[in-house]
């Protein structure tokens, strides 16, 4: 590919070579970024695909086609999904000024489960429960790298 084809995008501050003559090899990174936030806002605010897609008039595996970005969003849905979200467009496509928020802390925060997890450990009363629940969880990360880690180097 010549660098007269690549066009430059900076979406959630990760640079993207988007090659225009390409045939199709897989969702374009602009359309999965804008799913992504989609995801993220939608999540955030506690509504569920099903909900969104009644709003839009479409199925929720249209909206996980959409999170997924393997479905390009329309402007007029972009703008249905934004009014829904009470957003902007300009913030579901990254065209704000500054994020309104730690953007690694959205990110975080489409992991599956993660949301139900926060949730769960928010509703812990007792302050000692919530730092053995944060010392297990430790633990069990730790646990996990030192496996992975024994395996590799079985490997080699």
């Known amino acids: 590919?010549?660098?007269?084809?690549?066009?430059?995008?900076?979406?959630?501050?990760?640079?993207?070579?988007?090659n225009e003559n390409s045939e199709d090899q897989g969702p374009d990174p602009i359309?999965?970024?804008?799913g992504h936030r989609i995801r993220v806002r939608r999540k955030w605010l506690g509504i569920s695909q099903s909900t969104l897609a009644d709003h839009l008039g479409v199925s929720f595996q249209?909206?996980?086609?959409?999170?997924?970005?393997?479905n390009r969003v329309s402007a007029s849905m972009l703008v249905k999904i934004a009014q829904k979200l009470d957003t902007s467009v300009?913030?579901?496509?990254?065209?704000t000024a500054a994020p309104l928020g730690d953007e690694s802390l959205f990110?975080?925060?489409?992991?599956?489960?993660?949301?139900?997890l926060l949730e769960a450990f928010?509703?812990?009363?007792?302050?000692?429960?919530?730092?053995?629940?944060?010392?297990?969880?430790?633990?069990?990360?730790?646990?996990?790298?030192d496996e992975r880690t024994l395996s590799i180097r079985r490997a080699r």
Request: hydrophobic share 40%; glycine share 6%; aromatic share 2%.
């Open 1 to 18: 590919m010549r660098d007269s084809e690549k066009v430059r995008c900076r979406i959630v501050s990760k640079d993207f070579s988007v």
């Open 107 to 116: 990110e975080k925060l489409a992991v599956p489960g993660a949301v139900q």
């Open 122 to 145: 928010a509703s812990v009363q007792q302050p000692a429960m919530r730092t053995a629940i944060l010392n297990l969880t430790r633990s069990l990360i730790e646990e996990s790298s």
């Open 31 to 34: 359309d999965v970024a804008v």
């Open 90 to 95: 300009g913030e579901l496509v990254g065209e």
């Open 62 to 70: 249209q909206v996980q086609k959409y999170e997924r970005g393997a």
